[in-house]
């Protein structure tokens, strides 16, 4: 059986058509599941119960089961474990502007990013869209608030889950579901080439982020191994189709490690590398963890970095530090809770 939050609501519309009921049902059960926030089929009093009979032998409500939760100042972690007994996490993170969920989309991550914690585990499988979707509706639950916009970074590689990462932008952004604004919800990717351009031609309006932490062919390939399937300049070139198509601004984040990726000339490297291109740069200070040896860039380093940028007439920002206390290092929480 489908679980009923993977459904999108096309797909429910045509479901209702295929059992001879009519097409407006799916909007009800949407606004059950995602407005009212009902937990069974039962509590759809509007719906007849021949309709709730059929979709109880079509659908399952099973849900996710929040096992960990750890607060700090601004953000909260939360570790889920699934139906399989896997376990996933995502990051509430408290902004002026809104509640902004960092959500995975996969068991594990088949990347290798050599700085990441979560790569440490070998991609075991793709989430389904439920549960991704139930990531976002146990927070809200838990903490009663809304949560205003979406980042597709945490576990796994999105673009390697392409097909439920579409199904499950769907959802979360159908006015009659989440609701969710287009322009609040991103994907982050290491820049896999094809799903970009498949992305490119799909026109959802979300935005585009790209996970890039180095200058030049060579840095890139050692930190990520992606890179040599598709080395920078590829990359570059069909993110500016991407630009030139979708008239959308793309963000590269580059996360600074200490005496590798943060020396002057890497400044200068990406300057030049973007220069021109409607994008802006997002420094992430990294996040240590006990199993990687990296270190975090100091402030000096890092505020050199951004001055360099910025004299080189690129956009570029320094992501707010969050949850260094709470292990918020892609992977940690998890690691650290089968460690005990």
Not at 7 to 29: N, P, R, S
Not at 43 to 60: A, G, P, V, Y
Not at 112 to 132: A, D, P
Not at 185 to 199: A, E, L, M, Q
Request: aromatic share 8%.
């Amino acid at each position: 059986m489908k679980n009923i939050y993977g459904i999108t609501l096309t797909d429910l519309e045509d479901y209702f058509l295929k059992i001879g009921d009519k097409k407006f049902k799916a909007i009800q059960v949407f606004e059950w599941l995602y407005k009212k926030r009902v937990k069974s089929l039962e509590e759809m009093s509007n719906i007849k119960k021949e309709t709730l009979e059929r979709m109880k032998q079509d659908f399952t409500f099973s849900r996710i089961k929040m096992i960990a939760q750890k607060q700090g100042k601004n953000v909260t972690k939360f570790l889920f474990e699934l139906g399989d007994h896997e376990k996933v996490e995502a990051v509430l993170m408290n902004h002026d502007y809104g509640n902004s969920l960092c959500v995975s989309s996969q068991v594990g991550c088949n990347m290798g990013c050599t700085f990441c914690e979560s790569g440490r585990l070998k991609k075991i499988r793709n989430l389904e869209v439920h549960e991704m979707v139930l990531q976002i509706l146990s927070i809200e639950e838990t903490l009663h608030l809304r949560v205003s916009h979406v980042v597709l970074m945490g576990i796994g590689e999105p673009f390697d889950n392409y097909d439920h990462i579409i199904s499950f932008i769907d959802i979360i952004n159908s006015g009659k579901g989440m609701d969710i604004g287009a322009r609040h919800i991103t994907v982050s990717t290491c820049g896999i080439i094809p799903k970009i351009k498949d992305f490119i031609d799909n026109g959802r309006q979300v935005n585009l982020a790209i996970s890039l932490h180095a200058s030049n062919d060579t840095l890139r390939s050692q930190l990520m191994p992606i890179n040599k399937a598709y080395p920078l300049k590829e990359l570059i070139a069909v993110l500016k189709q991407y630009i030139q198509k979708t008239n959308r601004r793309v963000t590269f984040e580059y996360i600074l490690l200490e005496k590798v990726n943060d020396f002057e000339q890497n400044a200068l490297e990406l300057a030049h590398l973007i220069h021109g291109m409607n994008a802006y740069v997002n420094l992430i200070p990294y996040n240590e963890t006990s199993h990687i040896e990296y270190k975090k860039s100091n402030q000096k380093r890092i505020l050199k970095f951004y001055d360099i940028l910025k004299k080189n007439h690129i956009q570029v920002t320094i992501r707010r530090e969050f949850g260094s206390e709470v292990m918020a290092a892609c992977g940690q929480l998890r690691a650290n809770y089968e460690r005990s």
